[in-house]
């Protein structure tokens, strides 16, 4: 049987395709729980609540911020996390392999299970997807400060103030076959943008190892640590989408095989090369 957690809505367009989702799982001959998170309410925890159901798949519907939270709340718990995304630009769109809600329906019966990485903050916040660092909104991005970097122990960093974007998808990565292998490979991406600056270059110092650094063409760099820490004397955030779940330094690392994600099953290669012929 499947729990499902429903954002609430907030105009009758999101409502109507609450209500369409629903006559949809019925249709695919899935239906179980359905709850809506209220305001007092935070998602993992109504994950939880699920799990004390006994309910094997906890099935989160609604934007990239909820299925990210109701996932934190399955880990290594056994439970499989199915996810209905309604943003238009949606991570969890090309990680699933599908294109809108009702495709997200179609595959929750499959049952093709991905176990996947997660993202541990501070020994205590988890994500599945990304997460940006970035000064407090009274700091200008040009104002005189520090954040020091530091991978897996071999190198260190140090950048002006800036937005760090922390990522177990890719940072920027579109193809789903790629993201997923990310996902797996216990391993985080850590970008961090090239600023203008006296001397020139992005960081005002770069020592030790300097293995699996990527320049992107976007003006930055991409790291490939399984394990980074955040210091600074400024005051720094961290954002879920527009969420902020941690303040102040940081030490992110992969959470390996942590969680088990419903995604579409592909058809074979060799079905496809009939089926063309």
């Given at each position: ?53 006994n309910?094997?798949t906890?099935v989160?519907c ?16 056994g439970?499989?996390?199915g ?6 630009k949606?991570?969890f ?11 997200a329906?179609d ?28 000064p ?15 991978f897996d ?10 937005d ?9 990565e ?31 110092r ?48 992969s ?5 088990k ?14 089926s063309?012929?």
């Amino acid at each position: 049987m499947y729990y499902y957690i429903f954002e609430p809505t907030k105009n009758p367009k999101e409502l109507k395709i609450q209500d369409e989702i629903k006559v949809k799982l019925q249709t695919l001959g899935i239906v179980g729980e359905c709850v809506t998170l209220s305001l007092a309410e935070e998602p993992k925890d109504l994950a939880r609540v699920g799990l004390r159901k006994n309910y094997s798949t906890i099935v989160a519907c609604g934007s990239d911020l909820l299925i990210n939270e109701v996932g934190s709340g399955l880990i290594e718990s056994g439970a499989v996390l199915g996810a209905i995304p309604l943003e238009e630009k949606s991570s969890f769109k090309t990680i699933l392999g599908i294109d809108n809600y009702l495709d997200a329906c179609d595959i929750l019966p499959q049952r093709k299970v991905l176990t996947v990485d997660c993202g541990l903050i501070n020994s205590s916040k988890i994500f599945i997807t990304e997460v940006t660092i970035k000064p407090k909104k009274e700091l200008s991005l040009s104002e005189s400060g520090l954040i020091i970097v530091n991978f897996d122990s071999d190198f260190q960093a140090e950048t002006k103030l800036c937005d760090i974007i922390i990522s177990n998808v890719g940072a920027g990565e579109k193809d789903t076959e790629k993201i997923r292998e990310l996902m797996t490979d216990e391993h985080l991406d850590i970008f961090i943008p090239d600023q203008l600056k006296e001397g020139g270059g992005f960081l005002s110092r770069l020592f030790g190892k300097k293995e699996n650094v990527e320049k992107q063409p976007g003006g930055g760099s991409i790291f490939h640590p399984k394990r980074i820490s955040i210091e600074s004397r400024k005051r720094l955030v961290t954002m879920l989408s527009e969420k902020i779940i941690e303040r102040g330094n940081l030490v992110i690392e992969s959470y390996p095989a942590s969680l088990k994600l419903i995604i579409k099953r592909e058809r074979p290669k060799i079905e496809e090369e009939e089926s063309e012929s």
